[in-house]
């Protein structure tokens, strides 16, 4: 009698952190409309702060599972070791303790509006630092096929490697947007109106490393096991 087993992997977890992540990223712009709305806009910037802040924790989480599950056959495992190198995977954790730290206090009224632009700089560091991350994963996991799974590409591959390559340049640009846009709000050049407009900025870049992160995991699913 033929049974289909379907495998349950750690990639699968990853696959539900991008998309968990995406989620965040809306949450995120839509917390920051509603400020720019004038609804409690230094209460939307502190709760803003803090889900960028647990979705960068959990992107971070995701990617780090992923990495850690990658089997690396013996004859490229310097060429894994490069894509490896530099992905700045730290700075996702601590950018996103900082920032989970420094909104909950601002929404307690401890210096919010200080404290939710210096989280903005954190933020921005951590996507600039880190932007190529998704790119150097699917890297790696294409590089990592043997031979004979190499030789085919799907559309979903292709699909995934644009969304790789393109969610790299958009980190970059929007990390150093948040880091200038942080620094003015923290010298006092309307600071929640300029938080609240790079928390929006970083937030669609999160929404799209997110869904490039989940696209990266599904590309390289396999089709489960005929037992």
């Known amino acids: 009698m033929a049974m289909t087993v379907s495998e349950i992997r750690p990639r699968d977890s990853a696959a539900y ?3 968990a992540d995406a989620i965040g990223g809306v949450a995120t712009i ?3 409309v509603v400020g720019l ?6 209460m939307m910037v502190a709760i803003a702060t803090i889900v960028f802040g647990v979705a960068l924790l959990v992107e971070g989480g995701a990617m780090l599972s992923e990495y850690a599950n990658i089997v690396i056959p013996s004859g490229l495992r310097s060429a894994a070791i490069e894509n490896v190198g530099g992905v700045g995977l730290s700075t996702h954790f601590l950018a996103g303790a900082a920032g989970i730290v420094l909104g ?5 009224g401890i210096a919010s509006v ?9 933020f921005g560091a951590a996507l600039a630092l880190s932007s190529n991350a998704v790119w150097r994963l699917h890297e790696l ?3 990592t096929l043997a031979p004979s799974e190499g030789q085919l590409v799907t559309g979903t591959e292709i699909l995934a490697n644009e969304m790789a390559s393109e969610s790299a340049g958009a980190l970059t640009l929007a990390g150093l947007a948040a880091i ?3 620094i003015l709000a923290v010298s006092g050049l309307n600071p929640i109106v300029l938080t609240l407009a790079a928390l ?12 490039s992160l989940s696209a990266t995991v599904v590309s390289f699913m396999r089709p489960a096991i005929e037992r």
Do not use: H, Y
């Open 141 to 143: 996991k294409r590089a």
């Open 114 to 122: 200080t404290l939710t632009s210096i989280a903005l700089i954190a």
């Open 17 to 19: 952190g991008g998309f």
């Open 104 to 108: 909950v206090l601002a929404l307690l």
């Open 180 to 182: 200038v846009l942080g």
């Open 37 to 42: 709305a004038g609804v409690r806009p230094e």
């Open 200 to 211: 929006i900025a970083i937030g669609a870049t999160l929404v799209l490393t997110g869904s």
């Open 30 to 32: 839509v917390l920051a």
